[in-house]
Each structure stands twice: as structure tokens, then as C-alpha cells.
């Protein structure tokens, strides 16, 4: 009997039936070939070329199965890996993907007879993260591409360095409000005192109207400017408060001398103190979350206050203010310019930083005290050189 013609319903059908998946009971693995139905399958293997194929993996049916079972594992993966990503999936979804192909590798040809077994193979070589629900297997891709791995370590390294930034950030102002407490004289607190009286039986009156609405009395002409009597007792302690107070007011010499220290370097300190060639950050979230946090230089300075800036990453050029800006600290060993204090202007060398007092310690590397050894320079004192 002759072929059909290429047309004829018999062939239409019979391409039908070849492009789509057939049963898994009519396939051989060891030839690769699959048959449509019992018939085609017994006469396949009472073929020569199958018997061949028999006979070679007799000889070392181990190998075979080891290739396939590798086969099988890796084209798994490899699609767990592309398709779903590190994302938890049930371990029947990704399988259903995997046998759509024609081409692939079945399970009754590898070292596992089923795919629980398999998913279990799998938690326990480490591939994947497997867990066991009501609602069957759940696999999860575990990914150690060198490349990714390198990825997220610099993810999170820059999320750490965000972190200490903004921790710095707080810690220094706790500092300034610390420093600004310190200042200022203490705040003299109320004594209170508990209100008596001498004669039980004398009446309290209170003075609550004007002083002409009130009859005079022996208990109203000792009563304070409130209506409550006063007590001697009370104006025993208000008077040794102050005497207290006063003593507090009178400074020793140390503390003279002191002062005058700290007013002379805040003599030498300027209100601006943004210049040229410095990296600085931008703090303001007025701009955007593109700029927030983000490095900068500073190309020039205008009215003292405002610097014209270009961005590290970005490239772009902004005008901001000088409360917009923040000093950046580079890592020890790193140039740095001192902006503001007595040694401004000055390019130095930062050799290593006292997180406690937020300051550093710099070495001056230009002018007539180069090489000299400064410590205690504030955070916001100097900053990395462009």
C-alpha cells in the first residue's frame, strides 16, 4: 500500500498526532522514539536498531542511567532557574512545564521513580529549599551563580553604608543638641513645700477677688500674693535656693580659662564653609529620591552660601544652598580638605576616625605645617578632596 498524499485526511491526522505529546508507555528512551500506539511500539522493539541499543546498554546499564538521571536533573533546574527565579513553586507546576517539551528526558528512564522522590533528592544535595504542605511538594531554587552572588553582597553593602551614614548623621546632631545643653546655665527647679499652719483652729481664707472684698483678718495678712499663707520655713528655702544658685554662677579659674579657649576657636571658625574640589552630599528630599543621599562636587561657589554642584552618578549639575549640603568622610588613608576651624583650607591626609567624640584625627600635607599632627577635628570640619 502506498504513502498517503501529503494532503489526504490520513496525513493530516497522523501530523496532528505527531506534533502533540503521546503516552509514556509507547516511548523508548534508549532510542528516543516515540510510538503512537501498542502496535507501533511492539514492532519497534522487535526492531534491529532497538536490539543494538539493548545489547550497548547491557554492557553498563549504570552509565546510561547515570547520564540520564543528569540529564534530567540539569534541564529541571535549569528550567526552575529561568522560569521561576529563588520564588517558592509547587514542584508539579514545574514539572508539567518541563514535559511539554517533546524532547525531554523522562523520569522512568533516571534513578527516581517518582517526582517526590526527586524533589526530596533534590533538599537533600542542596539545589533547592523543599518543604512539605498539605497541598503537596514546594521547591525553592537555590541560586549560587557567582555573578549573583556578587550582586547581592554589593546590595548589601551599599544598604550597610546607607545605614551609617544616617546613623552618623543622628549621632551627630545628638552630639550638637549634647553640646548645646551643655552650654547653657541649669534651669532653677520650683521647690515645693507642704503648706502647715500654727494654729490648728485658725481659718484658712483665700484670696481669690480683689483685696478689698476680703475683710481683714489675722490668716489673710500672712498670705502670699496667690491667697496661700507663706510659711517661714518656705522663705527659709527659697532664700538658701538662691544662695545656692549664686555660688552655682561663680566659675573657677579652669573654667575661665577654658572658655576663653572656646571662644577663641570659635573665633576662627566661619558660618560658610562650602569651596571648590570637595565632595559633598546632598541631604534635602526636595529633589527627589534620585539625589537624596547621593555624592557630589562642588565646581563652584557663589554669595558664599550657594554651590554650583555636579552629581557622581548622574552627571548632573544642581544650585543648592549650604544647609542643603554634608561633609563626606572617605575611608582612613584617603586626602581630605579641612573646610572650617583653624585650620581651614588646608589638604590633609585622614589617618583614623574616634566614632565615640565624632571627630578625626589628620596629618596637614600642604603649607608651612605639613606633617604636623592634628586630633579632635570635627566631622563636619573637613571633608574627602575631589
Known sequence: MGKADFLSPKAISNRIKAKGLQKLRWYCQMCQKQCRDENGFKCHCLSESHQRQLLLASEDPNQFMSYFSEEFKSDFLELLRRRFGTKRVHNNIVYNEYISNREHVHMNATQWETLTDFTKWLGREGFCKVDETPKGWYVQYID?????????????????????????????????????????????????????????????????????????????????????????????????????????????????????????????????????????????????????????????????????????????????????????????GKRVVIVNGQYRDAEAILEGIDEKNFSATLSIDSGHMKGKRVEGIAYEDFSKQA
Open 144 to 332: 549560587r551563580d557567582p555573578e549573583t552572588i556578587r550582586r547581592q553582597e554589593e546590595l548589601e553593602k551599599k544598604k550597610k553604608q546607607d545605614l551609617d551614614d544616617e546613623e552618623r548623621s543622628a549621632r551627630f546632631i545628638e552630639e550638637q543638641v549634647r553640646r548645646g545643653r551643655e552650654g547653657k546655665e541649669p534651669e532653677e527647679e520650683p521647690v515645693f513645700t507642704e503648706l502647715k499652719r500654727d494654729n490648728e483652729e485658725e481659718k484658712v481664707t483665700f484670696n481669690l477677688g480683689s483685696s478689698a472684698a476680703v475683710g481683714p483678718s489675722k490668716a489673710s495678712s500672712s498670705l502670699g500674693p496667690s491667697g496661700f499663707k507663706v510659711t517661714p520655713s518656705t522663705k527659709r528655702k527659697d532664700h538658701s535656693h538662691s544662695a545656692n544658685s549664686k555660688d552655682k554662677k561663680k566659675k573657677s579659674a579652669l573654667d575661665e580659662i577654658m572658655e576663653m579657649e572656646e571662644q577663641k576657636k570659635k573665633s576662627l571658625r566661619s558660618e560658610n564653609w562650602i569651596r571648590p574640589d570637595i565632595v559633598v552630599k546632598v541631604i534635602t528630599k526636595r529633589l527627589g529620591d534620585k539625589y537624596y543621599k547621593k555624592k557630589a562636587v562642588i565646581r563652584e561657589v557663589q554669595d558664599k552660601y550657594t554651590a554650583v554642584v555636579k552629581m557622581i552618578d548622574s552627571g548632573d549639575k544642581l544650585k543648592l544652598d549650604q544647609s542643603h549640603l554634608e561633609t563626606v568622610i572617605p575611608a582612613p
